[in-house]
């Protein structure tokens, strides 16, 4: 599913639109200017959470590559309105399949791996997303979770 996203050095770090991972994306933002090194943000997806592209019409399913415009687009606006550390160069990056598993295949090139600790889905009440959990098992480079500052989600 998806072709796997190749990174070389940096931080990668996750973004589903939620607010922890828009405050992890802001966060390492903070650290790759620091470091000199690029960030990575990717947004992994599915049909069904990717944003409708504009090719889509009654009867008609778009191929893969439109979608995965439309989710760069929308994962470009959502970077845009966190007006991050001007120093930090900055790569986006859409990967075709379940969240926790395309992070990981990216990371093997990555030298940090950033995540919010709760993401768009999943129960509220527990005290890490099943992404972050799974990242933090399975990484092959170093893994930041970044806590939510607000708990009012």
């Not at 439309?70 to 990056?93: K, S």
Request: charge should be negative; include cysteine; proline fraction near 7%.
């Amino acid at each position: 599913m998806g072709a796997a996203v190749s990174i070389d050095g940096g931080i990668l770090v996750g973004h589903d639109g939620s607010k922890s991972s828009s405050e992890a994306v802001t966060w390492a933002a903070g650290h790759a200017a620091r470091l000199g090194v690029p960030l990575h943000v990717m947004r992994a997806w599915v049909l069904t959470n990717a944003p409708r592209p504009k090719t889509m019409e009654p009867g008609f399913v778009p191929p893969e590559k439109d979608f995965e415009e439309a989710v760069l687009e929308q994962l470009a606006r959502d970077v845009e309105a966190l007006h991050l550390h001007p120093d930090c160069t900055v790569e986006l990056h859409a990967a075709h399949g379940q969240s926790s598993a395309k992070l990981l295949e990216a990371a093997v090139g990555a030298e940090m791996l950033v995540v919010g600790r709760r993401g768009a889905g999943g129960f509220r009440g527990l005290l890490t997303g099943s992404t972050a959990d799974q990242v933090v098992r399975h990484s092959p480079c170093p893994v930041v979770v970044v806590p939510i500052k607000n708990r009012g989600e």
